[in-house]
């Protein structure tokens, strides 16, 4: 089964590092938004089973994002990507109901421990 992956960061930089991070053999459809408000109309649209969200970003920030995921009990798994590592904000995404943090940033084998860790690193 494909999954849909959406990497939602601000930086076209990171969203392609992000991308690059995700096990090769994992069969999934990888989608971009470069924003929050993007970020939460692409999980409406059914683009997210797996998010990879940013917390620092215009608009909607990753803690908006991760607000009205739970307001609107939007469909998807959260792994928080982020260079904010200060434990008050790691305490903050997971009350907010995200799975993971990771510290950007990311590389393959992190997001492979991650992916393995919560069950949801497929292969074909």
């Known amino acids: 089964m494909t999954l849909n992956v959406l990497i939602c960061d601000d930086s076209s930089f990171a969203r392609k590092q992000m991308a690059r991070a995700l096990p090769p053999e994992w069969t999934v ?3 971009f938004a470069g924003d929050g408000v ?3 109309a692409a999980i409406k649209e059914g683009k997210a089973d797996v998010m990879f969200l940013d917390l620092t970003m215009p608009n909607l920030d990753g803690y908006g ?6 307001r609107e009990d939007l469909p998807t798994m959260v792994i928080v990507v982020s260079g904010d590592i200060q434990p008050d904000a790691q305490d903050r995404v997971k009350a907010l109901g995200a799975m993971a943090f990771i510290k950007k940033p990311i590389d393959a084998d992190k997001a492979r421990t991650v992916l393995a860790e919560y069950g949801i690193l497929t292969e074909a």
Do not use: C, M, S
């Open 65 to 70: 994002v991760l607000e009205a995921i739970r």
């Open 29 to 31: 459809d990888v989608h």
């Open 38 to 40: 993007e970020g939460v």
